[in-house]
């Protein structure tokens, strides 16, 4: 018993001086940016961002993103033009608000950035689903309106 007890406190000791290693910061805690419609910003052009990944829970869609150079603060635009079928689609895209100024870097620019996506909804009620096209991914996101 007096073993089982020694054996016991020595884990417990030896836990609590082991070091523990860098929490690394969950994307939750990642400023987001509320997306928006907008016809005229839709309609301009856009500076060369690929897509990577993206990761959708609840109303926050999290892009992860490449480009030639920084591309400065990011938008999401979405057109007021709505297809008609159900769920509609409203067409997207991530645009930068910097102009567009080539560097000469050989490495591209990578980052990751979060929208709120309740603005781009057809119906702002719980549960309206709406499918969203992003200009650069192949796929349409389906968003369910959550409150």
């Known amino acids: ?3 089982l007890f ?3 406190l020595t884990s417990l000791l030896f836990s609590c001086f082991v070091p523990r290693s860098k929490r690394v910061q969950p994307l939750s805690y990642m400023q987001r940016q509320l997306s928006e419609i907008n016809d ?5 052009e856009t ?7 993206l990761q959708l829970e609840a109303n926050i869609l999290t892009l992860f993103y490449s480009c030639p150079d920084n591309p400065g603060e990011l938008r999401f635009v979405g057109s007021s033009m709505l297809a008609k079928s159900f769920p509609p689609i409203r067409s997207c895209k991530l645009m930068s608000s910097s102009p567009k100024v080539r560097s000469h870097n050989l490495s ?3 980052g990751s950035v979060q929208f709120d996506l309740k603005p781009l909804s057809h ?3 719980k549960d309206a689903p709406t499918y969203l096209q992003i200009q650069g991914w192949p796929e349409k996101i389906l968003f369910i309106y959550p409150e």
């Open 1 to 3: 018993m007096k073993t």
């Open 123 to 125: 119906k702002f009620i």
């Open 108 to 110: 591209p620019f990578k």
């Open 47 to 53: 500076a060369p961002i690929q897509i990577d990944s």
């Open 40 to 44: 005229s910003l839709y309609q301009s």
């Open 6 to 8: 020694i054996l016991l």
